[in-house]
């Protein structure tokens, strides 16, 4: 190989093969439906679908941050889509009748309430994340069905709707939104301990728990957090459409793991981080935004985001474990 | 092997207490439930509503078996009610299609068997987290079966099959006939065979099995093709009670499930439990709906009270497993 094809960015080249392996499939992936979409529509590339797209992936971002916390500690948070639903409907209800403030701490608080729920069944009881999560998403679920009785309330206060549907210029406020979120949770992954403490717990739980760590506290923390982000997503989203229903967030479980797959965030945890999941979003967006452009039914869509799930999680476990091998076998570096 | 055969044979005849305490909670919930509806909805007892709870509980045990197997082996499988919902479906197009009803029935199960070996293979051969895999099989099984009706029932069945639910075979109703013989079909599978031993050591020790040179990959892809199998069964009885084939039907009945296998004892680790608790588990949870159903609570508080039990019975198996 020559030189030049080697000169790779440095933070690239320090990448483990199989992290480079992630980066490279997921640049790919972005260039090319990019490419595809321009093509095959000419309405993909207008200023108003473009923001179009970015206002989605916001969206699918606050969405599945905190999901990513939770996987990089190698756990899983299932309830997220029902958590959004049950605490945007609390909040509708409030909101609806003026109480905006009220509304809005009533949601964050459901959202807590769930999280702090999860993390207790996780450490404390020690429970599988992913049976615990289950559980809470069908009662979650159940009580959003029962708090509306098959109602929709819809309609709210102008002001409450700007964080889902304003502009700031020309760009939405969900994407002002998407970036200070974006610019907190790197902070606390990169600079805080609990940050460090998220990464060791998924790399390895027994030696974090031994170095003394305060791996419950730590795990109940991310799992709250998750919660309440849920929720604040919940708002965006019914800001957004102006209205909420029993039905909200049931659909968006999948599209929320996807992100964070898509992300090349590992599900044993420990691997990948906060900046994968904009991207994982940006790249979910534009797929929903490519097959409404291309009319596809919408039936397709559980079926795409299912998709997406298995052959990014595939490509990761399979591919990055060959490239790997591969460069062990040679004894170097790429 | 069951928790009171273990005790019987490590201990010779096992005192009423040791029975209780090991006992899965299903017995316990199943007593206090008819109890309490006995003295509360004297209807509960009635023939006819016993019966109804009965063929009600079929499809929920026949898909619950296929669900400890996977369960043992230390995985999950939540696609099982799309898998249901889109067996349906192919088998209700075909016959709706004209194709004879031997050919629907084999379309159905041999689309519960893809999904079951493609959720085995990406899970024993690629390493995928089984919640994810079947997280995503889901998606696409739910996908296929909207894109086939338009998100309509499939309607205008041949009578033939309403025989899977109205049937009788020596003055049986054959959803329980086919239950039975299903679950039969499982015991000696899961306690008669190398097959079952190895399920129990898949979840029990998954690396002493690879090392003794037992091809795991194999067994596992086997659990999950079962388990899809099963979920096409459960979709001809499911399919004949409704007499049409709803792509959305069974939605979610993978969780009532999971409820019946957590509640029957099977625990999520070490490949503890078995099929005699999950029979028990799945009539506990089918008495639940019906209760609550008689006492006039509705769906939505049902499915609350469904998670709270799952939690409830895990978090019960994980605080006496530490003691």
């Given amino acids: ?334 | 092997m069951n928790a009171p055969a273990a005790i019987a044979t490590h201990a010779g005849r096992p005192s009423v207490r040791q029975l209780l305490a090991a006992a899965p909670g299903a017995v316990y919930l199943l007593v206090i439930l008819c109890a309490l509806l006995a003295v509360w909805r004297p209807e509960f007892l009635s023939a006819a509503n016993l019966t109804n709870v009965a063929l009600q509980v079929a499809v929920l045990v026949i898909v619950s078996l296929g669900m400890t197997l996977v369960i043992l082996t230390e995985g999950i499988d939540l696609s099982l009610g799309a898998v249901l919902g889109l067996a349906g479906v192919v088998m209700g197009l075909a016959l709706v299609g004209g194709y004879p009803f031997p050919l629907a029935i084999a379309a159905a199960l041999a689309v519960g068997l893809a999904f079951g070996l493609a959720n085995g293979a990406l899970i024993a051969w690629a390493g995928m987290p089984p919640f994810i895999v079947t997280l995503g099989t889901l998606g696409i099984a739910h996908s296929l079966a909207m894109v086939l009706t338009h998100g309509n029932s499939v309607t205008g069945l041949p009578a033939q099959v309403r025989w899977f639910n109205e049937g009788q075979v020596l003055g049986f109703p054959v959803p329980l006939v086919a239950t039975a013989v299903l679950f039969l079909l499982t015991y000696l599978l899961l306690y008669h065979t190398r097959f079952g031993r190895y399920v129990f050591a898949i979840g029990g020790n998954r690396r002493a099995l690879a090392l003794s040179g037992v091809r795991v990959s194999a067994y596992l892809i086997a659990v999950y093709a079962f388990a899809g199998a099963m979920a096409a069964a459960a979709s001809f009885v499911m399919t004949a009670r409704m007499n049409a084939a709803h792509p959305t039907i069974a939605l979610g009945l993978e969780f009532d499930a999971i409820a019946a296998v957590v509640l029957g004892g099977t625990s999520f680790e070490k490949g503890r439990g078995g099929i005699v608790g999950t029979l028990a588990g799945a009539a506990a949870v089918g008495v639940l709906r019906n209760g609550l159903n008689l006492l006039g609570v509705s769906a939505e508080w049902q499915v609350a009270a469904i998670g709270l039990v799952i939690i409830g019975g895990v978090a019960f198996d994980s605080i006496r497993g530490r003691t």
């Fill in chain 1, 1 to 334: 190989m020559t030189q030049g094809m080697l000169a790779l960015p440095r933070f690239l080249a320090r990448l483990p093969a199989d992290r480079l392996f992630v980066v490279v499939t997921r640049a790919t992936a972005l260039v090319a439906i990019v490419l595809v979409l321009s093509l095959l529509s000419p309405h993909f590339f207008t200023f108003q679908n473009l923001m179009n797209v970015l206002r989605q992936a916001s969206l699918q971002f606050i969405l599945s941050a905190g999901l990513t916390l939770v996987i990089l500690t190698g756990g899983i948070d299932l309830s997220v889509g029902a958590v959004l639903g049950l605490s945007a409907c609390l909040g509708a209800s409030l909101i609806v009748s003026g109480h905006v403030a009220l509304g809005i701490a009533a949601a964050l608080a459901a959202g807590l309430a769930c999280g702090l729920a999860n993390g207790m069944l996780v450490t404390q009881l020690r429970i599988p994340a992913f049976i615990a999560t289950y559980g809470m998403l069908w009662i979650a679920h159940g009580l959003t069905y029962v708090f509306m009785k098959g109602e929709v309330i819809h309609g709210f206060d102008k002001g409450f709707r700007f964080i889902g549907a304003g502009h700031v210029g020309p760009i939405p406020a969900p994407v002002i939104a998407a970036a200070i979120l974006l610019g907190l949770l790197y902070v606390l992954l990169h600079h805080t301990r609990l940050g460090r403490g998220i990464y060791a717990i998924g790399g390895n739980p027994v030696a974090a728990r031994l170095s003394g760590m305060p791996v419950n506290r730590y795990l109940i923390t991310v799992y709250a957090l998750s919660g309440v982000l849920a929720a604040f997503a919940g708002l965006v989203v019914i800001a957004r459409v102006n209205a909420a229903d029993p039905g909200t967030g049931e659909e968006l479980l999948l599209a929320a793991i996807a992100a964070v797959c898509l992300g090349g965030t590992s599900l044993f945890g420990g691997q990948g981080g906060i900046g994968g999941t904009i991207v994982g979003s940006l790249i979910l967006a534009l797929v929903i935004n490519g097959m409404n452009l291309l009319n596809v039914s919408t039936f397709w869509q559980a079926g795409g985001m299912g998709l997406i799930v298995l052959v990014s999680v595939f490509a990761d476990q399979v591919g990055g474990r060959r490239v790997n091998a591969a460069v062990h076998h040679r004894g170097g570096k790429p």
